[in-house]
């Protein structure tokens, strides 16, 4: 829990510590005191200067009822933690008494602290204690159950909304935000020495149709297989994306041979029958691959894969093309090696030209 978040409670300990001492100092009023202590909503506790209990309310009990029998004036510090964690009291002692006594002890001989300290019973209590100036300490417990409990339903919302906002919810693979995420940080590590790396830019073939004959629900479905199949097609380190509709990305680690190859099983995998809940399919896959340099963007990478992905639709769909290291959209090899060159076209034209594969 962060200090921001305790500082209400780290202010409001501190300044009822010096009122209590205040009156403890006028021992006269010990009527005063004594309803003083009863009425504070959490524990309150005193030490001497040589570390014996001085005095306790009925809340400081309540929180630790199975210390409950060790509570007499003049029991030490250390005694009382002792007799706390052989009973039990401590879960975090379980296993580590004497090391647990040890820690406990000499953060209190320090005088001044504020931690956090989960109960048998599950219940999360703050600690703050202050040394006065005769040496004494005063110390409240707070219980912060409700507030620990409401800062792990925030943070865990918050990692449902990050994850949301990073991930496809229909295949739950990374989505475009995250992929160009590591694709930048592959680009750094590169640039910095590190491995080598190529970004596959995928595409379905035939799923529209697919899509229509097995309606929304089989096309999802589908979708779904084909992000499993992807993943069982790279190995450990790659990064399979959607980045919406039928279109996929995949970043895989090492040189380029290794991305065609990774190419190439996906091809063979994709393009295996279906058999769905809602029917039976057949598609396949067209890939481009563009190999990273240390003079690549990330814009430039997925741009020459885009286009390696295009040329292999143009060359019959079902295969790859790999753009040549620094190409535009200029060259681009086909699975046997062979160069061929690319019409320079938009990448709107490219686009049109490959719907026009497709029936109306």
Same mark, same amino acid.
């Given at each position: 829990m962060s200090n921001q978040a305790l500082l209400p409670w780290i202010v409001a300990a501190a300044s009822l510590g010096a009122l209590l001492v205040a009156l403890w100092r006028e021992r006269r009023t010990s009527r005063l005191f004594r309803e003083v202590a009863g009425a504070i909503p959490g524990g309150l506790v005193m030490w001497d200067a040589q570390d014996r209990l001085m005095l306790w309310n009925q809340a400081f009990r309540d929180i630790y009822p199975l210390c409950g029998p060790a509570l007499k004036r003049g029991i030490t510090f250390e005694a009382l933690i002792r007799f706390g964690a052989a009973r039990g009291q401590y879960p975090q002692a379980v296993g580590r008494e004497e090391e647990f006594v040890r820690d406990l002890v000499e953060a209190h001989r320090r005088g001044s602290q504020t931690a956090e300290r989960q109960l048998a019973n599950g219940r999360w209590i703050l600690i703050h204690e202050e040394r006065t100036a005769s040496g004494n300490i005063v110390a409240i417990r707070s219980d912060i159950t409700a507030m620990k409990a409401a800062l792990a339903k925030a943070a865990e919302a918050h990692d449902v909304a990050h994850h949301m906002a990073h991930h496809d919810a229909l295949t739950g693979l990374p989505n475009r935000v995250l992929f160009h995420e590591r694709v930048e940080a592959a680009l750094r590590a590169l640039r910095e020495g590190g491995p080598a790396f190529s970004v596959l830019c995928l595409d379905l073939d035939r799923f529209k149709?697919?899509?229509?004959?097995?309606?929304?629900?089989?096309?999802?479905?589908?979708?779904?297989?084909?992000?499993?199949?992807?993943?069982?097609?790279?190995?450990?380190?790659?990064?399979?994306?959607?980045?919406?509709? $039928?279109?996929?990305?995949?970043? @895989?680690?090492?040189?380029?041979?290794?991305?065609?190859?990774?190419?190439?099983?996906?091809?063979?995998? @994709?393009?295996?029958?279906?058999?769905?809940?809602?029917?039976?399919? *057949?598609? /396949?896959? *067209?890939?481009? @691959?563009?190999?990273?340099?240390?003079? *690549?963007?990330? $814009?430039?990478?997925?741009?020459?894969?885009?286009?390696?992905?295009?040329?292999?639709?143009?060359?019959? %769909?079902?295969?790859?093309?790999?753009?040549?290291? /620094?190409?535009?959209?200029?060259?681009?090899?086909?699975?046997?090696?062979?160069?061929?060159? @690319?019409?320079?076209? *938009? %990448?709107?034209?490219?686009?049109?030209?490959?719907?026009?594969?497709?029936?109306?």
């Open positions: 149709a697919v899509n229509d004959e097995l309606g929304h629900a089989g096309g999802d479905e589908l979708l779904g297989a084909v992000a499993a199949r992807l993943g069982g097609a790279v190995g450990g380190g790659a990064t399979v994306a959607r980045l919406g509709g $039928d279109e996929f990305a995949v970043l @895989v680690p090492g040189p380029a041979a290794a991305a065609e190859e990774a190419a190439s099983r996906m091809i063979g995998r @994709v393009g295996a029958p279906y058999r769905l809940m809602t029917g039976r399919a *057949s598609i /396949g896959v *067209s890939v481009g @691959v563009a190999a990273a340099d240390a003079a *690549s963007t990330r $814009d430039d990478l997925m741009r020459r894969a885009d286009g390696a992905l295009y040329d292999a639709k143009d060359a019959g %769909r079902g295969t790859y093309r790999t753009a040549a290291v /620094g190409a535009d959209l200029g060259r681009f090899r086909g699975p046997t090696g062979d160069a061929a060159p @690319v019409p320079d076209r *938009s %990448r709107e034209d490219r686009v049109d030209a490959a719907l026009s594969a497709y029936p109306a």
